[in-house]
């Protein structure tokens, strides 16, 4: 019986191809990779018709706005006359551009083609994603030999706790960017009623093992659970809560304790417990500096005697073969039991002390402690979570200086993926040396609250004390005007589709959310594929009622 051919033009209709090639490289953490892509879907769909008004408009207005918002920063900040802090500025304007580049050609997609070719299309994008989340899990096995690497403590807790946050799937990015969008799949799914990519979803999202996400999620799930869900979206709620619960049982139980000790460690004062006298060393493991005359000579004469017997033993065993006896472990049954790793060893204890990478921020801190007061202790610090810090600081320094509390500090002077950048540190990336740059008030709150973190053990890099947040940096940046713009022509430019959204509504909560995590806009990641997904819901909900009227 004859195969019959391959039905290429069946194919070819069946997604976006354009757009798949887009969301699988913009979406990509390098930027050499993100540039060509955009360039190449532009060569390939051509049109520059933004669509930009204070009616009705195409994209949201946000995206125009913020560019003369940051001018004005620039003027009134006097950065003009700075070189580097000009290179800085162009290259803050460069990203604004690129964001309004790509969510045109995402506007363009969701035009041009039927819904369910784009449903098509973001069905594809969510397997290939989870199929190289497997990858990376399958990866990480192979090289520890550990089944559930989430309980491998071995290669010094390399993987254990943080093995999620080596599951980056296709946009290679951090953890965190693929567990948002996993979370925005999960929704998408469910309101949709597609099982199998619903559960595909959230297995990635749980390897991810973002904690943050998970919990966001769990409460916007039970909020559709009891207002706006059918019997069978209900029952997939539940399953999906039964494999929240049993990843966090069986699969990585350690979350449990982290989740608690980074809430007890939030709104709990820490303890002053009385110091324990421990036992004295012996003798001769103690220094001669807190010995008295007659412990220096014990001592003496203890080390002479180990060392005569030492000698004798190695002019016996001088010559003859050392053969290691291994004994045999059983249990009360007198059954032999496998040997087990020792996993208070060395090699199975977190590294304590700063790795290579940490090096050049301990340089930096010593370089500068005198700007430092946090990182550098010459002042208290509260014991809050980093993320908690910088909060503060943000609302502390606009009181200080009243002038900026309408436009803010500027674009790259306090609370930016851009200011990280330009410190040369290859903090989000890397930057020309000769032209770095660091603002006074940046590096006296949020890279100072970094530093103290970020340069000790990987136990303390976390979302919750990274100072990253999209509100920071609009709130510090941009100033109250910049916050505003943000709420009013972007948020509620999506928002005001309330009664059309499905699964939209549900994936705006869950954005407001995700961006207290991340410069997100300079990420150039997530917020694309939100709008992918908003004005695709938009768009179909609107033809369904019979309406053709776009965004």
């Known amino acids: 019986m004859a195969t ?28 050499a990779i993100k540039i060509p892509a955009l360039a190449l879907i532009y060569l390939l769909q051509f049109d520059f018709k933004f669509g930009f008004s204070f009616q009705n408009s195409r994209l949201p207005l946000f995206y125009l706005l913020i560019i003369p918002l940051s001018f004005i920063g620039l003027f009134i900040g006097k950065g003009f006359q700075n070189i580097n802090y000009l290179i800085v500025f162009a290259t803050g304007l460069f990203f ?7 969510i045109h050609q995402v506007k363009l ?46 290669n010094y807790q390399k993987y254990f706790i943080g093995t999620g946050d080596y599951i980056k799937g296709v946009t290679f990015d951090t953890s965190t960017t693929n567990a948002a969008i996993n979370a925005m799949g999960v929704i998408y799914f469910l309101v949709r009623q597609k099982p199998l990519m619903l559960m595909a979803c959230m297995a990635t999202l749980l390897l991810t093992g973002s904690n943050f996400i998970n919990i966001v999620l769990l409460l916007i799930l039970a909020l559709l659970f009891i207002f706006k869900s059918t019997r069978i979206q209900k029952s997939l709620v539940i399953i999906c809560l039964m494999l929240l ?7 990585s139980p350690q979350n449990n304790t982290y989740v608690a000790e980074t809430i007890k460690n939030t709104f709990e004062k820490p303890a002053h417990h009385a110091v324990i006298q421990t036992a004295l060393l012996p003798v001769s493991e103690r220094p001669d500096s807190t010995l008295n005359s007659e412990e220096r000579k014990e001592k003496f004469a203890k080390l002479y005697l180990d060392s005569l017997s030492s000698a004798v033993y190695i002019k016996d065993t001088r010559g003859k073969p050392q053969i290691m006896v291994k004994p045999v472990i059983r249990n009360d049954d007198g059954r032999i039991l496998m040997p087990q790793a020792n996993i208070h060893s060395a090699t199975y204890q977190s590294i304590k002390v700063p790795q290579a990478a940490q090096q050049p921020l301990i340089r930096f801190i010593n370089t500068h402690d ?44 306090f609370s930016s993926k851009l200011a990280f950048r330009a410190t040369g540190l290859g903090i989000a990336g890397g930057y020309p040396h000769q032209y ?11 890279l100072d609250v ?18 990253f947040s999209v509100y ?80």
């Open 4 to 31: 019959s051919p391959i039905d290429i033009k069946k194919w070819k209709s069946y997604a976006d191809w354009k757009l798949l090639a887009l969301l699988l490289l913009f979406l990509n953490v390098k930027l």
């Open 96 to 102: 604004w551009l690129l964001c309004i580049l790509a």
């Open 109 to 154: 997609s969701v035009e041009k083609q039927s819904a369910q070719t784009l449903h098509n299309t973001l069905l594809l994008f969510f397997a290939i994603n989870a199929g190289v989340s497997a990858i990376n899990l399958l990866r990480i096995i192979i090289e520890t030999h550990a089944l559930n690497p989430y309980t491998y403590q071995g």
């Open 245 to 251: 619960a049993t990843f966090m049982v069986k699969v």
């Open 370 to 413: 005198t700007a430092l007061p946090i990182s550098a202790k010459t002042i208290r610090v509260p014991t809050l979570p980093g993320k908690a810090i910088s909060v503060l600081q943000t609302g502390k320094f606009l009181i200080q200086h009243p002038s900026k509390i309408l436009t803010g500090d500027g674009m790259g002077n």
């Open 436 to 446: 770095t740059y660091i603002n006074p008030d940046f590096l006296a709150n949020h």
């Open 450 to 467: 970094y530093l103290d973190f970020f340069s000790k053990q990987t136990g303390l890099h976390s979302l919750t004390n990274s100072p």
């Open 472 to 551: 920071d940096q609009l709130l510090a940046e941009y100033g109250l005007i910049g916050l505003v713009i943000f709420f009013v022509y972007y948020l509620w430019f999506f928002a005001r589709h309330y009664r059309k959204l499905t699964y939209g509504l549900p994936i705006l909560l869950l954005l407001m959310a995700v961006l207290f995590v991340d410069y997100w806009f300079e990420q150039l990641s997530i917020l694309v594929f939100f709008e992918l997904l908003l004005f695709l819901n938009i768009k179909e909900t609107a033809e369904q009622e019979g309406e053709f009227a776009h965004a």
